[in-house]
């Protein structure tokens, strides 16, 4: 994928993931509490243990934690949060899904299909774009090389490949805790790691006014609190994201 940027990488290069902080803790905080519903202590519950993995790298002060543990096991009594998947088209027939986690679907849903048709896009019916994903583990470890490789393939994963001086290791949902586990006790840095969903094939944005519609329609969800993750099939070169 030399010379092309995924939306993962993109996120990160411009800096937009959460930009605020607040908003960065409400996702977050979403998150927890969708992985305290299958129980509340993170050695148990490897879901809840990755969602505090992900808020402790983000510095979510450990209080703030504990109340979303708390609301997510239904300790707080307040209306427990629901985990919702949206699915739609971006410009240029581009391929999104939308991870959502609201209390209130009265709100949510009217917001992300705002930001659907505001940017050029629209929400589509229930099966339309997810058969063009799979559920995947993806983790992403600092430095590339042979090794990394091949302590990846040993403890279970399906695939493993280099990308721009980082290792991004693939595997099945059920392998996902072992795999990343196993790569943690051999010292390896883990610089993400999640459950997310991966496009089965990729489109390659070649026009320049057409990535930054989709960009902008991007932005525009990742900016909503109740949007915890989004996925895509897209990817653009870099002399366009330079345009």
């Known amino acids: 994928m030399s010379g092309h940027s995924k939306w993962s990488t993109i996120k990160r290069q411009k800096g937009i993931k959460d930009a605020a902080r607040g908003s960065l803790f409400t996702k977050l905080g979403n998150m927890i509490a969708i992985a305290a519903r299958s129980g509340s202590d993170p050695e148990t519950n490897f ?110 994963a399906e695939d493993a490949q280099e990308e721009d001086g980082e290792t991004v290791i693939y595997t099945e949902p059920h392998n996902f805790a072992k795999v990343r586990d196993s790569l943690k006790s051999n010292g390896l840095e883990i610089i993400e790691a999640e459950l997310t969903y991966v496009p089965n094939a990729t489109v390659t944005i070649n026009g320049a006014e057409t990535a930054h519609k989709i960009i902008r329609l991007m932005d525009a969800l990742e900016a909503l609190d109740d949007v915890t993750n989004t996925h895509v099939n897209f990817e653009i070169p870099q002399e366009i994201m330079a345009e």
């Open 47 to 156: 879901s809840l243990r990755l969602a505090i993995d992900k808020a402790r790298a983000s510095n979510m002060p450990m209080a703030n934690i504990q109340r979303s543990i708390d609301r997510g096991s239904g300790k707080t009594g307040v209306e427990q949060i629901q985990e919702l998947l949206y699915e739609g088209y971006g410009p240029g027939g581009v391929a999104i899904l939308v991870e959502a986690a609201t209390d209130n679907i009265n709100r949510t849903y009217p917001d992300i299909r705002l930001a659907f048709t505001k940017h050029g896009g629209s929400l589509a019916e229930k099966g339309a774009v997810a058969f063009q994903f799979a559920r995947k583990g993806v983790i992403r470890t600092k430095g590339s090389n042979d090794d990394i490789l091949m302590q990846a393939l040993d403890a279970g």
